[in-house]
């Protein structure tokens, strides 16, 4: 099933939850709502599910409008952060539960049902836990099993929110990398909700980033994390420095460092700031009248493949933060407190007047 949401306005009292919000979601993809607390991705979700009403707008379901249509109509799976399981009921009987209470001519047979159960034990790999309870499973179990009961009524579309927010982190990243295989397999279109960067960059087809009731960007992970769209999207998505300075002729000049700017070679004297992630900053050994911006190391971590730098400008003293490989680290032989120069491998520039 495709979903659409057209020009969809939602308040609650002053505060403007979704601010003429337009998007399309690709039939079968796994789509990631993106942003922080309060940018309005899980009232987006609610709406598209009915369990929340639009104040103006429209979701279509298969081009066709259901903005009035009930929960029950809508043939949506909801999945909910803390699994809202039935806790006086078995495995089996909380994934049965919504194939029993449909209405009589759409209901299968005890049959069908206890097929279909055991079919979704299997793909969720838990068909030994039929007749436990919920309080006697472990959390990534229950996600798990909450998951098997929003796909036994066969939903055209799956909305998840914040599905692994309640897990510890180690459960989590399990459950990501399990989510998208089991989607690879069903193929649903699925929309799911987080404020976790690294699991929306991990798990979807496509990230929609959210801030403050409006989109920012739209785009593949690999397109928005190489390309942002905005300030927003750039600080939002993974650690970045910031360099305040003034760009002329290709020149952008911070506090003294200059560094070349090849795409703005047409600018002149036009105030922005300059993102760089910590793995686009090299690092080398200082000599006089290097290129680059002169640091001192402060601090190095070095546990794992990348050496962790807080370097220290000299001209400023802000903290640039740097990864480098472990392995280049060890051959400079570095150390604390001596003058090193950093050179950002790429510098996306924002300009004052378009942040």
């Known amino acids: 099933m495709s979903i659409e949401v057209r020009n969809i306005q939602k308040r609650f009292g002053n505060f403007v939850a979704l601010d003429n919000v337009s998007l399309n979601f690709p039939q079968g993809e796994l789509t990631a709502l993106l942003g922080p607390s309060g940018c309005g991705k899980t009232t987006l979700l609610r709406i598209i599910a009915g369990l929340e009403q639009l104040d103006s707008g ?63 034990l299997d793909l969720v790999q838990l068909d030994w836990l039929a007749d436990r309870y919920p309080p006697q499973l472990s959390g990534g179990q229950r996600q798990r099993i909450a998951l098997a009961r929003a796909l036994a009524v066969e939903p055209r579309v799956l909305l998840l929110d914040e599905p692994f927010g309640a897990l510890d982190a180690k459960v989590r990243k399990e459950l990501r990398r399990w989510l998208r295989r089991l989607h690879d397999d069903l193929h649903v279109t699925s929309i799911f909700v987080t404020h976790d960067q690294e699991e929306a960059l991990e798990v979807a087809d496509q990230i929609v980033l959210m801030n403050k009731g409006k989109v920012e960007q739209i785009g593949a992970p690999a397109d928005v994390y190489n390309h942002p769209a905005s300030p927003f999207v750039y600080g939002f998505l993974g650690n970045v420095n910031l360099f305040h300075g003034r760009v002329h002729e290709g020149i952008f000049n911070s506090d003294g460092a200059k560094l070349t700017l090849s795409e703005h070679a047409d600018t002149r004297d036009a105030m922005g700031t300059g993102y760089v992630r910590p793995h686009e900053i090299d690092v080398d050994r200082h000599s006089p009248g290097a290129d680059g911006i002169v640091v001192r190391l402060r601090r190095a971590h070095t546990i794992g493949p990348l050496a962790q730098l807080e370097l220290e400008r000299a001209d400023n003293e802000q903290i640039i933060e740097a990864l480098i490989p472990n392995e280049k680290f060890n051959q400079l032989g570095l150390k604390e407190g001596e003058t090193l120069v950093a050179r950002p491998k790429r510098l996306h520039v924002f300009f004052n007047d378009a942040a």
Not at 90 to 112: D, T, Y
Request: proline share 3%; no cysteine; net charge positive.
């Open 58 to 120: 429209q979701v279509l379901l298969d081009g066709d409008d259901a903005s009035a249509k009930h929960v029950r109509e809508r043939q949506v799976g909801f999945v909910f952060q803390h699994y809202a399981l039935f806790k006086h009921m078995s495995v089996f009987e909380n994934i049965a539960f919504g194939m029993r209470v449909k209405p009589r001519h759409l209901r299968p047979s005890e049959k069908q049902i206890h097929e279909q159960v055991h079919r979704l």
